[in-house]
């Protein structure tokens, strides 16, 4: 039952992953352009080109805010990494029995292993 919810969850956030694919990429180009303006306009000495890369820069940051559904995306993103994660998790249990914490008998099972090989 756990393997049939997780990939139910994993189908769903392909298909999210799979929608948001246009504004992952806008997302990305835009912040790509903003952070290339704001190091020209550190940059430069020129008035006229701090004008200019404050505009670029602007108008890259419009375009990153316009691609806001990318975040959907990511999220998409990060929980099929989870579910890739936790498919084949298995529940880590120690049951300790009368038997198993005598370390005589542990000690018996391992050399009886060894000289048997």
Same mark, same amino acid.
């Given at each position: 039952m756990k393997k049939f919810g997780l990939l139910? +969850? #994993?189908v769903i956030a392909f298909f999210v992953l799979l929608a948001? %694919? #246009?504004p992952l990429l806008g997302l990305a180009l835009s912040l +790509?352009? @903003?952070?290339?303006? +704001?190091?020209? *306009?550190?940059?430069?000495? @020129?008035t006229a080109n701090k004008v200019l890369?404050? %505009?670029i820069g602007l108008i890259a940051? #419009? *375009? @990153? %805010?316009?691609?806001?559904?990318?975040?959907?995306?990511? +999220?998409a993103a990060y929980i099929l990494y989870l579910v890739y994660k936790n498919w084949n998790k298995t529940k880590d249990?120690? %049951?300790?029995? &009368?038997?198993s914490s005598d370390p005589f008998t542990n000690f018996e099972k391992e050399w009886n292993a060894l000289?048997? &090989?």
């Open positions: 139910l +969850v #994993g948001n %694919i #246009g +790509v352009v @903003s952070y290339y303006a +704001v190091k020209e *306009f550190m940059k430069t000495d @020129s890369w404050g %505009i940051i #419009g *375009f @990153s %805010i316009a691609n806001v559904p990318a975040v959907l995306g990511l +999220v249990t120690i %049951i300790e029995s &009368k038997e000289t048997n &090989k």
